[in-house]
């Protein structure tokens, strides 16, 4: 099989390079059938409704629109803001889960559109986690740690991967997306699951579920996430596999601990794998997380280990018609999360995932009618931003951020970070540069002045890391000076300022930087310090991500901000 297969490269939107690979025949005869399919179901079968999807058995159509959507939200990501507001539990609106996976070739078809009344009554409308047919030890463990209400994409992914469809969520920084997955995952495996069976999942030799990250950081939050609504009596149920930690122990407690969920970074569970002391070919899921980062060029061969590892190829099993449910269960999942949909992210999709959907807050429509937010490069000059980058991208965002930017010379750009902060009263900042020999001399140059900070890179061994990370989580560490490192899934609540001290290389490092603070419905600020040259790279981002930067300055302990060239200034009173 390895021998049929031919690498080549993509270059997507002028700047990310996608090592993609090609089964010469196969692929070519999948994508043959399904252009096929699709021009057939388009013209032919119309559109795909919540029945198709499985959601509820009759909905009238009023349009011929291409999605299913209702109104975008305007600021927290739940679709409630008081329990006042909550509706009792309908569990009637919740169709029974079929067991065997829909054969989605006849079931999603094209699109349709719904009115707002009739999305309301459908269970991506889900007020309550109650209402959304988990398992009843589920729901239990989700009250015990504080959590009812779910969040909008919370809301709209888990009916859609409970009912076995491959999925691409994206929502932007901080809304939930690790839940989005983790629950409807925990419904089907691990003690909290519907009719779980001690005895027989003992006796199960392989994982049920592969979960894979970019970073440590992610990859043990994710853990940690798992283990929260475990409980720690089944804390072994789910395994970490990430870099930097000792291999040996990592496969002595895949032995003896026989877990059902791994979640770890791209390496370890390739290194792993191909030792075969990891067993994935009956997996049930694969959850790719920051999957637009674990397309890099850099995880290029670990992912290749994993996707043709991990369960089966789904699309290869769906060829046949007359596959039986239970040989149709045995196929893999695959769940892929982001923030920002690059085109890469949908190439991968339609490659690694069967027919997949795309699910974002209150909205779920084939991947193949989504327009893609490109990653456009800030240094190569382009006057062409595509509506679908900028939609893209400034989805990715938290709605209640503030941006500003800030001119500064290069030797005065700390001096103006300190006073950004002070202006600003931030208790948790995160200041982001390109190069790690320079975090040390701003971390010097902040204690100096009396304000607490530590850096963050992937230099700092595993140990080093997890205690800057604690004492930032902790209030011990003010300010967090880091790299691209934690621009990706670090959650830390208390964060409420985000400082570019370096200007992000795109709009899309941009948002995953940004989306530090701001998480969950919370306020949060960022500014980009720039000097003079760089302003026409600002307001490239500014149009590329649909928002807008206010010019700002700090003077006499205050936020003064322009908001045209020429205006006005105004000082913002705090
Ligand atoms: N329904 C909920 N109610 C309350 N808190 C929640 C809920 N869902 C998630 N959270 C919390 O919100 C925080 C952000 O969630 P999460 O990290 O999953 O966001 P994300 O969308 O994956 O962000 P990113 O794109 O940055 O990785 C976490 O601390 C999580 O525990």
């Not at 469809?165 to 089907?188: F, M, N, R």
């Not at 604690?470 to 899934?489: C, I, M, P, Y």
Request: net charge positive; charged share 25%; with cysteine.
């Amino acid at each position: 099989m390895l021998a049929s297969m031919s690498t080549r490269l993509l270059v997507c939107n002028g700047n990310a390079l996608l090592l993609r690979k090609v089964w010469c025949f196969s692929e070519v005869a999948r994508i043959h059938n399904h252009v096929r399919f699709r021009g057939r179901a388009d013209s032919l079968d119309g559109p795909l409704t919540l029945e198709s999807l499985g959601f509820k058995r009759k909905l009238e159509r009023e349009s011929t629109d291409k999605s299913i959507e209702v109104e975008k939200p305007k600021a927290a990501p739940y679709a409630v803001k008081t329990f006042s507001e909550l509706e009792k539990p309908n569990a009637a609106n919740i169709p029974p889960k079929t067991k065997a996976k829909p054969n989605r070739r006849s079931e999603v078809k094209a699109v349709g559109v719904k009115s707002s009344l009739e999305i309301e009554a459908a269970p991506f409308a889900a007020k309550m986690f109650s209402e959304l047919d988990l398992p009843p030890l589920l729901i239990e463990q989700l009250d015990r740690v504080g959590l009812t209400v779910p969040t909008e994409v919370q809301s709209t992914a888990i009916p859609t991967i409970s009912k076995n469809h491959d999925v691409v969520i994206q929502s932007y920084t901080g809304s939930g997306k690790t839940l989005a997955y983790l629950l409807p995952i925990l419904a089907e495996v691990g003690p909290l699951s519907r009719g779980f069976d001690r005895e027989e999942a003992e006796k199960k030799m392989g994982i049920e579920a592969v979960i894979v990250a970019p970073s440590r950081e992610l990859g043990m939050q994710i853990v940690r996430e798992a283990e929260k609504l475990l409980g720690p009596a089944n804390k072994k149920v789910v395994q970490q596999l990430v870099g930097g930690a000792n291999r040996s122990r990592q496969e002595e407690a895949l032995k003896k601990n026989k877990p059902m969920i791994v979640v770890g970074t791209p390496g370890r569970i390739a290194e792993i794998s191909a030792a075969g002391k990891l067993h994935t070919h009956g997996c049930r899921f694969l959850v790719l997380d920051e999957v637009d980062e674990l397309l890099s060029f850099n995880f290029r061969e670990d992912m290749h280990r994993i996707v043709e590892h991990v369960g089966k190829r789904s699309g290869a099993v769906l060829q046949s018609t007359k596959q039986s449910p239970l040989a149709r269960r045995s196929e893999r999942q695959t769940i892929m999360v982001s923030a920002t949909m690059p085109f890469s992210v949908i190439r991968a999709a339609r490659s690694w995932g069967c027919d997949p959907l795309l699910v974002r807050a209150k909205s779920v429509i084939p991947l193949e009618s989504a327009p893609a937010s490109g990653s456009v490069s800030l240094s190569a000059p382009s006057s062409q931003t595509s509506s679908a980058t900028t939609q893209g991208t400034s989805e990715s965002l938290p709605p209640l951020l503030k941006h500003y930017y800030c001119v500064s010379r290069a030797q005065h750009k700390i001096d103006t970070m300190r006073r950004c902060i002070h202006a600003l009263d931030a208790k948790s900042v995160i200041a982001f540069m390109n190069h790690n020999k320079r975090l040390k001399d701003v971390v010097f140059k902040l204690e100096a002045r009396g304000m607490k900070a530590a850096e963050l890179h992937g230099d700092l061994g595993k140990l080093a890391r997890s205690t800057v990370l604690k004492k930032f989580k902790d209030g011990e560490v003010r300010v967090l000076v880091t790299n691209e490192l934690s621009a990706r899934g670090l959650d830390v609540a208390e964060c409420d300022l985000v400082v570019n001290l370096d200007l992000p290389t795109d709009s899309v490092h941009y948002a995953h930087r940004a989306g530090r603070t701001g998480r969950l419905g919370r306020k949060g600020n960022v500014v980009t310090i720039c000097e003079e040259p760089e302003i026409f790279v600002v307001k490239k981002l500014q149009r590329q991500l649909g928002i807008p930067f206010q010019a700002c300055e700090f003077t006499e302990g205050k936020l003064v901000v322009s908001e045209e060239e020429g205006a006005a200034k105004n000082t913002i009173l705090l």
